[in-house]
Structures are given as structure tokens and as C-alpha cells.
């Protein structure tokens, strides 16, 4: 069996339409682009300021001047194209983006996502974070379900907040889990998970689907 | 009229104390050899406007690890560690700026605009202090212009007069901050006649441009 990252973006990659734009955050998320169906045509959007995002490059075709939003080298499709910061941050306030996908340290039954400080011991700050959050339509966010048994689905947050109110599903290796005005809708369960499993790992209370299945 | 001069001449103006914007995102796009000369010149206490603080050896972590600001006005600091260093122990004010609202403030700061209402930050600490204006039904925060005494800009091909050409994802906060300052130095890759950069590629038009340097010097 795939390793709980792999689960998670495999899955991630099932969300994504044809013909949507997507940005995708540093580390898990980036994952994601690997494994897209053949016949789903998704273009990726970089928040430093490029729409084109393509796979990594190999040793010959790196190019110093051409990086993403986590200063990685990377590759820019045909028809893709750059622009400056704040076009870019047009495109992702002004509903262009379809769907982000982000990692996150907690989320809440409210749709809250704290992921951008711990008072006191990590402050790296929100670089772009905020404005996807509350730009993107589709809010998406894809981690591992607890923290070294820790739940990091909560009644409400505790940590300081990207956003308020705005992620739409939780992804994880044991679940996926749409946030409603009901609360929290567990639909789907990972691979050999069960709902024990998952409740078990999980602050908030969670409401059951009627059409409960394995992805 | 040519405004290609020499480095040196160039950052003579900036002074302890001052504000200034450099371009770039995790270097990509910064003047590195206007921040080489700023950390031979020494100058200090100075407030930086700039998406992040790059890595210790690269863009403005230069000059972070030089110790020459006082105030930072960022995005991000997560991949220097030095900047947080200096930020737990009271060396550095950091002042986080959801990035999106640092591209706007510049932008409103170079062009006459008393500021931008924007969505994001609304319900987080962000929102602390400014003002929560209701249009149509929705909150937005005010957030208002920033401007820099001086601004440090990169150019893949500028021509003499200062007409930029940016490559790649070099662009980044580089047009904004060429608005938004009241000295702007360019560092080019390349410095080319005027008339040799096709006019339909003009990315940021040369008026706003007070001198160049780089090219071949």
C-alpha cells in the first residue's frame, strides 16, 4: 500500500476538474500534480507569478530564473505565461482560481485553518496563504489526519487563524470530510480506515454520510 | 538621455535610517549586486519593504544576515532562520503582510490611491487595528499605500532611458516598487540602447526609472 502522503494526494488529484485553474501550496500539495488523470486538463497557477506550472525539471533544463512559490526550479507548459505579483493576486482574489490545495497545523468544524504560526515557536508568516484561502472557490485541505496522535481537526481552533470560515473539505489518509453548515460530514474513508479510526483521531464530532464509502 | 551610472553613484543616496523596497521573491528577481554594495557600504537601521527575506546568501538575506534593518515589512521569513532569530530576540521588528495585500499596498503607494479594501485577513489577527469597511453586504479590511524613499529594482533587458524587459518569474513585486519610491535604482542583466528593446515588450515603462546600472560594467 501507497504511503499515507502518496493516499492523500491521490486522492486530492480525484477533486481536480477539467479545464480548472489550481494552486497547489509547498510540500504535500505539490505532490498532487503527479497524479492527475491523462484526460483531466488542469492548469496550475504559482503565486510569485506564473500560470503554466509544469513538472520538475531534470539537471539539464533548470532554469535559475524560473522558480515557484517555494523558490524550487521548475518548468513553464506551452501557453503558460508570467506576470507580476499583483495580477497574481488578482487571479487568486478574484475567483479565477477553481481550487487550492494547502496543508494545514489545525482546521475546525467552522472551516477555520490555522496553518501559518505558532505564537512563539514557528512564525514564518502567511506569504500568500490568506488570499488564497479567502480567493480561491475551492478550498482544500489535504494532511496527515492527526499529529503524533495529536488531533489536528478540532471543535475550534486554538492557533492564530489564515482564514475564517473558508475550507470546503478535509483530505487526509484515513478520511475526506466536507465542512457544512450542519458541521463536519464524514464521506469517505481511506484505505482499510473505519469510522472508529477516524473519530478516534478527530476532536470535532462528525456527522455520518448515508452513502458512507471507501476511496 | 542616459541613465546608466555608476554602482557606486547609484546607492550614494541611501542613507542610515531609510525606507526602501527591494524586488524579488526568494531572490528570484532581486538586484543582487545593488544588495552586495549596500553590504559593503554598511548602511544600517534601514525599514525593508520586500515579499521575504530570501536565504542567509541570497536577495535581501544578505543583508539580514548584515544586520541593516531595524523594521521588515514581509510576506514571509520561513526559509531564513537568521530573520527569526533576530526577531525572538528583539533585534528586528517583523511586520507579516498577507502577500496580496503587500502588492496592493505598493501598488496603491505608486499610484495616488489612499488605499485597497480587501476580503483577505478578515477574522484573523490581521484585522487588528484597521479599519472594517461594508460594501454590498461584505467586510473588507482598508489597507493602506506603502512608499519607500528609495527602491532597488531588477531588469532582465532595460534599455538606457530605463525601459524595463522582465523574464521568467523575475517580474514579481519589481513594477509596483518602480512606482512606489522617490528614487529608483534598476539593475539590469542587460543594458541596451534605446530603440533596441521592441517597444510592444515594455513591462515597466522608463519614467519611472532614476538611474541604471549593471549590463556588462
Redesign the interface.
Known amino acids: 500500500m501507497d504511503d499515507p502522503k502518496t493516499i492523500i494526494a491521490k486522492r486530492v488529484a480525484q477533486e481536480l476538474k477539467n479545464g480548472s485553474v489550481v494552486n497547489l501550496g509547498i510540500g504535500l500539495p505539490t505532490m498532487v500534480a503527479n497524479y492527475i488523470p491523462e484526460d483531466v486538463h488542469v492548469t496550475f497557477q504559482s503565486e510569485n507569478g506564473m500560470l503554466g506550472l509544469g513538472p520538475t525539471p531534470d539537471k539539464e533544463h533548470e532554469n535559475p530564473l524560473l522558480t515557484n512559490a517555494g523558490g524550487m526550479m521548475v518548468t513553464c507548459l506551452t501557453g503558460g505565461c508570467y506576470f507580476d505579483s499583483c495580477m497574481s493576486f488578482s487571479i487568486i482574489r478574484g475567483g479565477h482560481v477553481d481550487a487550492t490545495v494547502l496543508g494545514a497545523l489545525q482546521v475546525d468544524r467552522y472551516g477555520n485553518l490555522a496553518n501559518w504560526k505558532v505564537p512563539g515557536k514557528l512564525v514564518p508568516g502567511m506569504g500568500g496563504a490568506m488570499d488564497l484561502v479567502v480567493g480561491a472557490r475551492n478550498v482544500i485541505v489535504a494532511m496527515i489526519h492527526a499529529q503524533k496522535g495529536e488531533p489536528k481537526i478540532l471543535n475550534e481552533c486554538t492557533l492564530p487563524l489564515t482564514a475564517k470560515a473558508q475550507v470546503n473539505r478535509i483530505i487526509t489518509e484515513l478520511a475526506v470530510i466536507d465542512v457544512t453548515p450542519e458541521g463536519l460530514v464524514l464521506r469517505e474513508l481511506g484505505p482499510n480506515a473505519t469510522v472508529e479510526d477516524v473519530q478516534k483521531a478527530t476532536e470535532a464530532p462528525l456527522i455520518i454520510s448515508e452513502d458512507l464509502k471507501h476511496f | 538621455m542616459n541613465k546608466t551610472v555608476t554602482i557606486e553613484q547609484a546607492i550614494s543616496k541611501i542613507q542610515d535610517g531609510m525606507t526602501v523596497m527591494i524586488g524579488g521573491?526568494?531572490?528570484?528577481g532581486s538586484p543582487e549586486r545593488l544588495i552586495d554594495k549596500l553590504v559593503e557600504k554598511g548602511v544600517k537601521d534601514l525599514t525593508l519593504i520586500c515579499?521575504?527575506t530570501?536565504?542567509p546568501d541570497k536577495g535581501t538575506g544578505k543583508m539580514i544576515t548584515a544586520k541593516q534593518f531595524k523594521k521588515i515589512i514581509?510576506?514571509?521569513?520561513?526559509?531564513n532562520a537568521e530573520t527569526?532569530r533576530q526577531?525572538n530576540a528583539g533585534e528586528l521588528e517583523?511586520d507579516?503582510v498577507?502577500?496580496?495585500?503587500?502588492?496592493?499596498r505598493v501598488?496603491c503607494g505608486g499610484s495616488g490611491l489612499g488605499g485597497v479594501l480587501?476580503?483577505?485577513?478578515?477574522?484573523?489577527?490581521?484585522e487588528e487595528g484597521k479599519q472594517k469597511i461594508n460594501v454590498n453586504g461584505k467586510d473588507y479590511l482598508l489597507e493602506v499605500p506603502l512608499r519607500a524613499d528609495v527602491a532597488l529594482v531588477y531588469g532582465?533587458v532595460v534599455d538606457t532611458f530605463g525601459n524595463i524587459k522582465?523574464?521568467?518569474?523575475?517580474?514579481?513585486?519589481?513594477?509596483?516598487m518602480a512606482m512606489a519610491a522617490d528614487y529608483v535604482i534598476c539593475e539590469a542583466d542587460t543594458i541596451v540602447e534605446v530603440g533596441d528593446l521592441d517597444q510592444n515588450e515594455v513591462m515597466t515603462p522608463g519614467i519611472f526609472i532614476d538611474c541604471i546600472v549593471g549590463g556588462a560594467q
Do not use: W
Not at chain 2, 98 to 104: R, S, V
Open positions: 521573491f526568494l531572490g528570484n515579499n521575504d530570501a536565504f514581509v510576506s514571509h521569513i520561513g526559509t527569526g526577531m517583523v507579516l498577507p502577500q496580496g495585500t503587500l502588492a496592493e501598488r480587501t476580503p483577505t485577513g478578515i477574522g484573523t489577527e490581521v532582465s522582465y523574464t521568467y518569474t523575475q517580474r514579481n513585486f519589481n513594477p509596483m
